[in-house]
């Protein structure tokens, strides 16, 4: 019986595309687009099982095995990293992670700076990199509001357009971190399917230069 | 007559046939205290997978843990003596469980070979290891690598300090695109990219990569170290274990522990490795021990997951 491999792939309009990357590759599963409510689509014939995740659930699946590779955001990479291997940048879903503030925002350097932020393991060690000494407020969305209201100096959060920070009145201070999609595999399941893992990431970097 | 396998879970089961392995091949039983002075693990704490140590003070005023780490102990408690010494461990260690901030206790079975050690004493551990995984089950892998062959390509192709640093997390993810961008900030030229690119790509059978690991070795030490990697994979076919190895230069987990060979095992079913093993000749240097080592943990914890273990 062929092996079927499990695929991860982030719920919403990223993950779409990025079906769209693996039909293209060869690995099909024309269920997937039929409108309905489910989460597991299988394609026997090219031996592939997708189904449909939270995005920043993918590297948990994969990580624990439920999932053989998925694909997951840079940033929730960084954020938990998860002990997986990181095969390709599908080139997708590109953003930064960056400092924002108010416009015209300085840093004092003579008092702790506080952040508001979803990704704390990534602020902690940006600012760890600088010795700067933080407080940092997380929080689960509406980062932006934190500067606005007073909760934090400056927050660190995805920049895609600047489009959300423009319209609150805020600016970005630095982007030091370039996001995009990756392409992830659990290391046990990577080496009991080694060619068909190279196969499926040979086909999806094959699609993201013609792109 | 009793079947005990109907009685024992299947890490007791596994840790008894382990422990019957270990014992019929020359391994004396190392008996260990639960706990050690804390400041065996503060000196060392470079040697930890986590620094995190449960402690508590003892009725004479000390500051103990308990034990995070087995080899540390074996290390510190033995002693100098001429040839080889080699002892099998059966106990508890407490650790932080990766994702929870917990602190875990984790069952380890595990081989320490340490002395006047040989060519011959490294095939014989990976055989060990080896023969700990088809205990487990028969659809087993032992990744193989070698730190001395990845250190020796990375620093003779320019990649030192910090850049090497960042070069072996991006290995140790088969990030080809991150260990690209390492080299072009570095100013590496193309060809030496290529030979550290070939970390990643070299990857597979012994039969498969064997004439490929000349062309990683650039440099005397990364010469060298191939040489006796391929040493070591020929004595590995000669006794008819190469079917369930696979060389993997992305096996970097831990450099400051391991150095020269190291390894680790999976089995099918299970997402995370079971065994993980290799020299730890830094550690005997920090411990002014006159002495090289090799020796593998198999961590059973994670065996009641897997269904139909064979």
């Not at chain 1, 700067?132 to 969305?141: A, Y």
């Not at chain 2, 392995?21 to 693990?41: N, V």
């Not at chain 2, 062309?215 to 008819?240: H, P, R, S, W, Y």
């Not at chain 2, 999976?266 to 995370?272: A, K, M």
Request: aromatic fraction near 8%.
């Amino acid at each position: 019986m062929k092996k079927i491999i499990n695929v991860a792939l982030p719920k919403g309009r990223l993950g779409e595309k990025v079906y769209d990357l693996f039909e293209k590759a060869g690995y099909p599963c024309p269920s997937i687009k039929e409108p309905n409510r489910k989460l597991v689509f299988e394609n026997e014939e090219v031996g592939v099982r997708y189904f449909w995740v939270k995005p920043s659930d993918v590297a948990i699946y994969v990580e624990r095995g439920a999932a053989d590779i998925g694909v997951a955001g840079k940033d929730i990479l960084l954020e938990y990293a998860p002990d997986v291997y990181e095969l390709l940048d599908l080139q997708m879903g590109k953003c930064w992670m960056a400092v924002a503030a108010k416009a015209g925002f300085v840093d004092d350097r003579n008092r702790t700076l506080t952040v508001a932020t979803k990704f704390s393991n990534i602020a902690k060690q940006y600012y760890f990199g600088q010795g700067r000494d933080v407080d940092i407020v997380h929080l689960n969305g509406s980062i932006e509001l934190a500067p606005i209201l007073g909760l934090s100096d400056v927050i660190v959060d995805i920049v895609e357009t600047g489009a959300t920070l423009r319209e609150n009145k805020l600016e970005v201070v630095e982007k030091f971190v370039d996001i995009s999609a990756r392409l992830i595999a659990n290391k046990s399941s990577f080496q009991f399917n080694r060619q068909k893992i190279e196969e499926i990431r040979k086909g999806l970097e094959i699609q993201t230069e013609k792109k | 007559m009793t079947d005990y396998r109907q009685i024992l879970s299947v890490e007791e089961w596994t840790a008894l046939k382990l422990r019957a392995l270990y014992a019929s091949q020359g391994y004396r039983q190392y008996k260990m205290r639960k706990f050690e002075p804390y400041d065996l693990y503060v000196q060392n704490k470079d040697f930890l997978m986590d620094e995190a140590v449960i402690t508590f003070t003892d009725t004479d005023g000390r500051l103990m843990a308990l034990k995070p780490d087995v080899t540390l102990s074996i290390i510190k408690n033995s002693r100098d003596e001429d040839g080889t010494q080699k002892v099998y461990y059966y106990e508890n260690v407490y650790r932080v469980a990766k994702g929870t901030q917990a602190f875990k206790e984790i069952m380890q079975v595990g081989v320490e070979c340490f002395g006047d050690i040989t060519r011959e004493d490294l095939v014989e551990n990976l055989l060990l290891a080896a023969k700990s995984l088809d205990e487990i089950s028969c659809d087993n892998i032992l990744e193989v690598s070698h730190l001395g062959v990845v250190a020796g390509t990375m620093e003779s192709c320019g990649l030192v300090g910090g850049a090497k640093k960042r070069a072996l997390v991006a290995l140790g993810e088969k990030n080809v695109q991150a260990l690209k961008g390492i080299c072009a900030q570095e100013g590496i030229d193309e060809e030496n990219t290529s030979a550290i690119l070939s970390l990643v790509v070299v990857c597979g059978d012994i039969d498969e990569v064997f004439a490929s690991l000349d062309k990683l070795a650039k440099g005397d030490k990364a010469k060298a170290c191939v040489a006796e990697f391929k040493a070591i994979l020929l004595a590995l076919q000669e006794k008819g274990v190469a079917d369930k190895i696979r060389i993997d230069f992305s096996l970097v987990e831990n450099v400051n522990y391991y150095s020269g060979l190291t390894f680790k095992g999976f089995v099918e079913g299970i997402p995370t490795s079971v065994l993980a093993g290799g020299e730890y000749n830094n550690l005997m240097k920090k411990m002014k021990r006159n002495a090289r080592a090799v020796g593998f943990a198999v961590y059973l914890d994670g065996l009641a997951k897997a269904e139909g273990l064979s």
